[in-house]
């Protein structure tokens, strides 16, 4: 049995895919997936590399392969579906505030998704950076783009379902775009749905916290509203469930 490293990302200067994206440096890393800076050696760009890499899992070291071992292989399976149809919507949105897919592969027994790489910082960063809190009017300029994202994301019939400011990443030229889809989901207004409970507390509303419950493009402009609230004052909101007692 070869060696396993637990966590682990992919080493610099490795290469991706037959097409080459040579990784960089390590962006982040959630409970689902790194991100790196990587070169498009085809094209001479930049771009950001998300991998698959559920909590649950871990990489041969010799191969680089990445495999689950306290997540069963279905539902290893699963999660690689669910990855796959995030790159899939993506793609099909093209609008300005919200990240472009450039392409997608499966390789070393995971998922990748190649998309633009966007210079400048996440709203939690900015805030740091601003020394806090932002001006009304700036915070309001920030959620206006990120309602026409929505607009478009809600008319496919999508929730995001994680607005949150670190989701949100400000360019360098003032440009706002929302990021991570890995939890969007289909809804259907006015009917009960289940989905699975993922959420993020300051930001999530009530119906999030229940694995059956009706959805609809309130279930994100909550979430939203919340993220102004977190802009404006520079502290997030307390919970829906502490709000609703």
């Known amino acids: 049995m070869q060696a396993q490293?637990?966590?682990?990302?992919?080493?610099?200067?490795?290469?991706?895919?037959?097409?080459?994206?040579?990784?960089?440096?390590?962006?982040?890393?959630?409970?689902?997936a790194f991100t790196y800076l990587a070169h498009d050696t085809a094209l001479q760009r930049?771009?950001?590399?998300?991998?698959?890499?559920?909590?649950g899992c871990v990489r041969d070291?010799?191969?680089l392969n990445v495999l689950p071992q306290r997540l069963s292989l279905a539902d290893f399976q699963q999660i690689r579906q669910r990855f796959l149809e995030e790159a899939q919507l993506l793609a099909s949105l093209s609008h300005p505030n919200i990240?472009?897919?450039?392409?997608?592969f499966e390789e070393h027994n995971t998922a990748y998704i190649v998309m633009e790489y966007l210079k400048g910082h996440t709203l939690?960063?900015?805030?740091r950076v601003k020394g806090g809190y932002l001006p009304a009017a700036e915070?309001?300029?920030?959620?206006?783009q990120i309602c026409d994202a929505l607009e478009a994301v809600h008319q496919r019939g999508y929730l995001h379902r994680d607005i949150k400011p670190s989701n949100i990443i400000r360019t360098d030229d003032g440009r706002m775009v929302l990021i991570d889809f890995g939890t969007a989901?289909?809804?259907?207004?006015?009917?009960?749905?289940?989905h699975t409970v993922i959420l993020t507390p300051?930001?999530?509303?009530?119906?999030?916290?229940?694995?059956?419950?009706?959805?609809?493009?309130?279930?994100?402009?909550?979430?939203?509203g919340a993220t102004l609230y977190h802009l404006t004052t520079g502290m997030p909101p307390l919970p829906a469930t502490d709000r609703a007692q």
């Open 185 to 194: 989901r289909q809804f259907a207004a006015g009917k009960t749905q289940m």
């Open 61 to 63: 070291v010799a191969t």
């Open 99 to 104: 990240v472009r897919v450039f392409h997608v």
């Open 5 to 32: 490293s637990v966590g682990s990302a992919l080493p610099a200067g490795f290469e991706l895919d037959a097409r080459g994206y040579r990784i960089d440096r390590v962006l982040g890393q959630g409970g689902f």
């Open 139 to 144: 915070a309001i300029e920030c959620v206006l």
């Open 124 to 127: 939690i960063e900015w805030l």
């Open 46 to 55: 930049p771009v950001a590399v998300k991998e698959l890499f559920p909590d």
């Open 202 to 224: 300051s930001y999530a509303p009530l119906e999030q916290y229940a694995a059956s419950a009706q959805y609809d493009a309130r279930t994100d402009l909550y979430a939203l």
